[in-house]
């Protein structure tokens, strides 16, 4: 059974900092992308930031030049490290893996990402 177990979200001031982790388990299938998502109150889910088994990166216009996404292969780990972070950056933020034999996308639960002005 897949599980994705996120952690590293919290409370913080604007111009801060935060790193979130995510580790996945279960699939007898190697990782294809893995990313990260955040829906904030009232907004539909969006992307944050993803990265491919290969590293190419890809992120949402809003964060770039502040988050940083990166994963380590043989933890089936992906971080996003989040600088500079603002208000508009609150949210819950989800962790996405994709396993290439897998027919379905895996979620993590969430965790709170609060930035206080």
């Known amino acids: 059974q897949v599980q994705l177990v996120e952690s590293g979200g919290g409370l913080v001031q604007a111009g801060g900092s935060l790193r979130l982790s995510c580790a996945a388990s279960?699939?007898?299938?190697?990782?294809?992308?893995m990313g990260w998502y955040r829906q904030a109150p009232g907004k539909q889910r969006e992307l944050v930031a993803d990265?491919?088994?290969?590293?190419?990166?890809i992120y949402a216009d809003s964060v770039k030049g502040r988050f940083t996404i990166s994963r380590d292969a043989a933890k089936n780990t992906v971080y996003l490290q989040m600088n500079a972070l603002k208000p508009e950056d609150t949210a819950v933020y989800y962790c996405?893996?994709?396993?290439?034999?897998?027919?379905?996308?895996?979620w993590g639960q969430g965790t709170q990402v609060t930035v206080s002005s």
């Open positions: 996405n893996v994709d396993y290439y034999g897998e027919t379905r996308l895996f």
């Open positions: 279960g699939s007898i299938f190697s990782i294809n992308t």
């Open positions: 990265i491919t088994s290969g590293g190419s990166t």
